[in-house]
């Protein structure tokens, strides 16, 4: 899109939960009760939204993780794989 003049700028995340239709119950296999996750990202250039993702994860498969800010000293001497001293 950015060659055609619309160059992204910043987006918008909206992370909820709910029921899931009957169609995505049997799509993601999922277990009566069992909730969806659903995240919509809108992508914005500085005029107007250009561009909407909408992503349905099975609400008892997943895990939402996210850094915010410099934690690079949080993961300095890891040795197992995993990061060191992460709180997950």
Do not use: C, W
């Not at 003049?5 to 239709?21: A, F, S």
């Not at 919509?40 to 609400?59: Q, S």
Request: charged share 25%; proline share 6%.
């Amino acid at each position: 899109m950015a060659e055609h003049g619309h160059v992204e700028i910043g987006y918008l995340d909206e992370i909820t939960t709910r029921m899931p239709t009957p169609d995505e119950a049997r799509t993601l296999d999922l277990g009566a009760g069992v909730p969806v996750l659903m995240y919509v990202r809108t992508a914005y250039t500085k005029d107007r939204p250009v561009r909407l993702t909408e992503t349905i994860f099975a609400g008892d498969r997943n895990r939402l993780v996210y850094e915010l800010g410099q934690l690079n000293a949080l993961y300095e001497g890891g040795t197992d794989g995993d990061r060191a001293g992460s709180p997950r």
